[in-house]
């Protein structure tokens, strides 16, 4: 019998990280979760997953979770960067402390941890490191310009990495989300409206933020990236990329074959015609307030 596998998953606390971390140790995998909110992980302790406290802008936290893994269990199998967050805004209204923090958050601290774990899989001539990307590492949209940098970061720095260990046993893979219900998306338009809702940007911060809120009614379960990324942790090839969500594939299939401009020219649609459908939501909702106040 295969020996269970040794796992640390980041960003662990919800979501798409708290779902995978469930499946992976319904699987007999020696799970470790590891978030800055420890206590939203109580659920993750009673399934038997080990529970680590983390900040990934913090290196004394990053550090402390490897020595404690590698202390208890003497190896590491599979390292998951799955933490991060959305910071939208127009560049130029994003205060540049904003900026970093997002390039700290979603790549400085996935390059670090993985830096902290490569000796340990160098040792053990094997290890797997699956970087959770996003559809945004190959598309854009406007106001998104720091957000999306930071995917269109780990995009590039992942394929590198993956040419760079390949000859030590390491395999790295990329996992890229559409649309998924979580709370990402709902931090997303609050930010973006509260850094552009008021300023030149207006018009088009009100339009994207339209976009962001129809996630919640349209976006898949995070279960769908969850159940992807269990298949780059077993797949015995695993692929460089995975994506699946809502839109996935035709976003990324517009950018294959659709010129610059052209997908420019798309991706306003796309958002005109979401900005659209909540005003006729909203519209209808309100109508049917005063139907109700009416009878």
């Known amino acids: 019998m295969a020996k269970p596998r040794v796992i640390l998953i980041t960003g662990a606390s919800s979501g798409i990280g708290k779902a995978t971390a469930l499946k992976l140790q319904a699987q007999g995998n020696i799970v470790y979760g590891a978030a800055r909110r420890i206590e939203k992980m109580t659920d993750l302790a009673a399934a038997g997953v080990h529970v680590l406290k983390i900040d990934v802008t913090d290196e004394k936290t990053l550090i402390a979770a490897v020595e404690t893994i590698q202390a208890e269990q003497q190896r590491l199998d599979v390292l998951i960067n ?168 035709l976003s990324l299939s517009g950018r294959k074959w659709l010129s610059d401009r052209q997908f420019d020219w798309a991706m306003t649609k796309a958002i005109d015609g979401a900005a659209t459908l909540s005003r006729l939501e909203h519209h209808g909702q309100r109508a049917g307030k005063r139907h109700y106040r009416h009878n």
């Open 82 to 249: 799955n933490a991060g967050y959305g910071s939208y805004g127009a560049l130029e209204d994003v205060p540049l402390a904003e900026g970093e923090y997002q390039f700290k958050v979603n790549v400085f601290g996935v390059m670090r941890l993985t830096q902290l774990v490569l000796p340990i899989m160098r040792a053990q001539h094997r290890g797997r490191i699956i970087n959770v990307s996003s559809i945004g590492g190959k598309i854009y949209q406007p106001l998104s310009a720091w957000y999306m940098g930071t995917k269109h970061a780990i995009e590039g720095m992942s394929d590198a990495l993956r040419m760079e260990v390949a000859p030590f046993g390491i395999d790295v893979s990329i996992i890229e989300p559409g649309g998924i219900k979580t709370e990402w998306a709902g931090i997303a338009e609050k930010k973006l409206l509260a850094v552009s809702g008021e300023t030149p940007y207006h018009e088009q911060a009100v339009k994207v933020g339209a976009m962001l809120s129809l996630f919640d009614q349209f976006a898949s379960n995070p279960g769908v990236i969850a159940k992807l990324m269990v298949r780059a942790v077993n797949d015995v090839k695993p692929k460089t990329r995975y994506h699946a969500g809502m839109g996935a594939g």
